[in-house]
């Protein structure tokens, strides 16, 4: 196998994302318990994802246990692998996938759901959880998108949803206790955030309806309560060719207290939950050391807000070497400051209005003003900025034409602010990336209708006839990949045999767009008689939803009321002015 193994690195587009060994790489051997994070991307990407490096330090923490990774393979190598009949391996043991006692995979993304599919026929896994005897691993899948299951039980043993501090370290306690595959799935549904597919059923109406769930309880997902208790890890391997964030990264706090009704991340991840500064300088601290980066990312959804940002950059600046770059990635219109941007200063700034009116922004909650967007302008430009990146949806409940006539606006306001200064260069120049709105579970906006592509083609050429100006530059993203993205998002097991036939079409990498292949995945619905608009239509408030058995412990109601407010323009604020009544006091007592 090494032989044929050299001879395919040499063939390949980078060959150093297969052979691992990177710098900070620990010594690993084959223990009482096998466990294999697995991203279903490249190493690019992978490399760059924090939750599998928790992953990797809750398991390793465990007495008999032994964390590995492993990360899909780009279509040359797994090509080669397959001619060799080479199975998937993991990057530290270079052992087989399939000789783990368990594969766990990371849903950051639900156009890597036939990814995951790919790597388990590279490895020599039967797809379907049915065909996996005692024999194989289990199979394990955890991540945001793991809030909605339903698409992948087919394929998958055993969900996380929500943290993994507890609930991995449980798993894999208890993995070593049992050794009969029936018992310790058994087992393991009663740990809090476990969810089992084989030991529940769904019941549909003969309209396609679902009529109910076979569980009596709903799955209360993980929650880690104190972060600074958690495990984190103090070393990080060093990627052996460039990733896509190349730095080492702290999470400041987990949670947001903005509650955008567009933002899954905002609600599932409830509560806010900050790490206290003492902690982060100790792990900042011990990642430069050990890595040699010069960069440290402040990882949260929203950075600015991190009660305690100004002590923390205080202390990061006596504690680490003073050429350490410090980037905070998330910062808002309304919480940008001079004084913490200049920290991470580059050529260009990134913003996200997300509506280009009070009154839409009033309907998604984003409750930032014209005033919040001029003063942090302003403040970049007299900084020396001379780019501004600005993120936009289009397609958001309630929205019109002048909506979008509004990020017009925006663009020549930011022009008027620019140029109000005589002494700046005329090298200004603002990018504009408009998306598609996709209604994802868990929001105020779950029961929403995706627009449909006649609906994009107008609302884009509309923002190409206003944006056709000097240094502006207009990108929008894909309808039929939005679509599809909106379809694995509020989908239900029924797309199981959808995601089998368009895998065995070559579909595969979906997330790129050079890969995605909107016929194959057409003709996967058509075979199997499923209608995409099913997923993608307005649903009814009374309709039983396929994660409805899912408790994140934000309330049904509180969304409703949400909603309400929504078409009402009403915004309900942040979660620093005060308890919205959403349901997470119940299980967590949130000081704001």
Not at 273 to 298: S, Y
Not at 520 to 549: C, H, S
Request: hydrophobic letters at 35%.
């Amino acid at each position: 196998m090494v032989n044929t193994l050299d001879e395919i690195l040499k063939k390949v587009e980078k060959p150093s994302r297969y052979i691992g060994g990177e710098y900070g790489e620990r010594n690993l051997k084959p223990d009482r318990f096998n466990y294999c994070i697995c991203f279903p991307d490249v190493y690019e990407v992978a490399m760059s994802n924090l939750s599998i490096r928790i992953v990797s330090e809750v398991i390793n923490r465990v007495d008999g246990a032994v964390c590995d990774r492993c990360f899909a393979p780009w279509r040359d190598f797994g090509e080669e692998l397959k001619k060799a009949n080479i199975p998937l391996y993991s990057l530290g043991m270079k052992m087989p996938l399939k000789d783990f006692d368990m594969i766990g995979f990371t849903l950051q993304y639900e156009m890597s759901y036939t990814t995951i599919l790919y790597m388990l026929d590279l490895a020599g896994i039967p797809l379907l959880r049915e065909e996996r005897g005692d024999n194989f691993p289990i199979i394990q899948a955890g991540g945001p998108c793991a809030v909605n299951p339903e698409p992948l039980a087919d394929f998958v043993d055993i969900f996380v949803i929500g943290d993994g501090e507890d609930s991995m370290r449980e798993l894999a306690e208890l993995k070593l206790s049992c050794k009969e595959k029936r018992d310790f799935l058994k087992k393991a549904a009663a740990i809090q955030g476990v969810y089992v597919p084989s030991l529940m059923e769904v019941k549909y109406r003969d309209n396609g309806l679902i009529e109910g769930f076979s569980i009596d309880k709903p799955i209360k997902k993980a929650l880690c309560k104190n972060l600074d208790k958690g495990a984190f890890p103090h070393n990080m391997l060093v990627p052996n060719c460039e990733s896509v964030f190349d730095r080492a990264v702290i999470e400041v706090m987990r949670g947001c207290y903005r509650g955008c009704r567009f933002c899954q991340a905002g609600f599932i991840y409830r509560p806010v939950r900050p790490r206290m500064p003492d902690t982060l300088v100790g792990q900042a601290v011990d990642l430069i050391k050990n890595t040699g980066f010069d960069e440290l990312g402040l990882n949260s959804l929203s950075t600015g807000d991190y009660p305690y940002l100004k002590e923390l950059i205080d202390k990061l600046k006596t504690d680490l070497p003073s050429d350490t770059k410090l980037a905070l990635p998330s910062l808002r219109l309304d919480s940008f400051d001079g004084e913490f941007v200049q920290e991470s200063k580059k050529n260009s700034l990134t913003f996200a209005p997300e509506a280009g009116t009070q009154r839409l922004r009033n309907v998604i909650n984003k409750d930032i003003t014209e005033e919040d967007v001029e003063r942090g302008l302003k403040m970049a430009f007299d900084m020396g900025y001379s780019g501004i990146k600005l993120y936009f949806m289009f397609g958001l409940p309630t929205e019109t034409d002048d909506d979008l006539y509004g990020i017009s606006d925006i663009v020549n306001k930011i022009r008027q602010i620019y140029s109000a200064n005589p002494s700046r260069a005329r090298n200004l120049r603002i990018s504009v990336s408009a998306s598609t709105f996709i209604p994802k579970p868990f929001t105020p906006f779950q029961w929403e209708a995706q627009i449909t592509e006649e609906d994009v083609i107008h609302k884009s050429g509309l923002l190409r006839s206003k944006l056709f100006q000097r240094n502006t530059y207009l990108s929008w993203n894909d309808f039929a990949l939005s679509e599809m993205e909106a379809v694995l998002a509020r989908g239900d097991r029924r797309l199981g045999k959808v995601l089998l036939s368009a895998y065995k079409k070559g579909c595969y990498f979906d997330g790129w767009t050079d890969c995605f292949k909107p016929d194959k995945w057409n003709e996967a619905f058509a075979e199997n008689g499923v209608d995409k608009r099913f997923y993608t239509r307005e649903w009814g408030e009374d309709e039983i939803l396929p994660w409805d058995f899912i408790d994140v412990f934000v309330d049904k109601k509180f969304l409703l009321r949400e909603r309400k407010k929504a078409y009402n323009a009403e915004v309900t604020g942040s979660c620093k002015t005060g308890c919205k009544g959403c349901g997470i006091q119940k299980v967590y007592r949130c000081d704001v």
